[in-house]
């Protein structure tokens, strides 16, 4: 598709602008990277404090660390750029292939991180909106 310019006057009276890709924006890529903010908030959250309800091994030390990351890609994903996006979307299917570890906890995490998958990729498919 090609992008189209169309010009319009501001109250100012100055033109202004705006190039459209031409798709169709409903707004949902908005939403979809302010779900995904909340879910990477809720899923680091919840990884970390399982440091206090499971037992201290290796893998509980790992899911920590996936923690972090994923409240560190949740401040990323405050902005606008899309490599957050990327990011958290490879972090959240990486995530899937370690549950099964039959702890009870783990569940509500591995739930939150497929929901965070598919708001990431749902934000990152939309188009753009125009600044």
């Given at each position: 598709?090609?992008?189209?310019?169309?010009?319009?006057l501001?109250?100012?009276?100055?033109?202004?602008?705006q190039?459209?890709?031409?798709?169709?924006?409903?707004?949902f890529?908005?939403?979809?990277?302010?779900?995904?903010?909340?879910?990477?908030?809720?899923?680091?959250?919840?990884?970390?404090?399982?440091?206090?309800?499971?037992?201290l091994?290796?893998?509980?030390?790992?899911?920590?660390?996936?923690?972090?990351?994923?409240?560190?890609?949740?401040?990323?994903?405050?902005?606008?750029?899309?490599?957050?996006l990327?990011?958290?979307?490879?972090?959240?299917?990486?995530?899937?292939?370690?549950?099964?570890?039959?702890?009870?906890?783990?569940?509500?995490?591995?739930?939150?991180?497929?929901?965070?998958?598919?708001?990431?990729?749902?934000?990152?498919?939309?188009?753009?909106?125009?600044?």
């Amino acid at each position: 598709m090609q992008n189209a310019k169309t010009e319009s006057l501001n109250p100012e009276g100055s033109i202004h602008r705006q190039h459209t890709t031409g798709g169709l924006d409903l707004g949902f890529g908005q939403m979809a990277r302010h779900g995904a903010t909340l879910l990477a908030c809720l899923a680091g959250m919840l990884s970390i404090a399982n440091l206090w309800l499971l037992p201290l091994t290796e893998g509980s030390l790992l899911a920590a660390g996936r923690g972090v990351v994923l409240l560190l890609l949740a401040i990323g994903l405050m902005g606008t750029s899309r490599l957050s996006l990327f990011l958290t979307l490879i972090v959240a299917l990486g995530g899937l292939t370690n549950s099964g570890t039959g702890a009870g906890d783990l569940d509500v995490i591995t739930v939150l991180e497929v929901c965070l998958a598919a708001s990431a990729a749902m934000a990152l498919l939309s188009p753009r909106a125009s600044r």
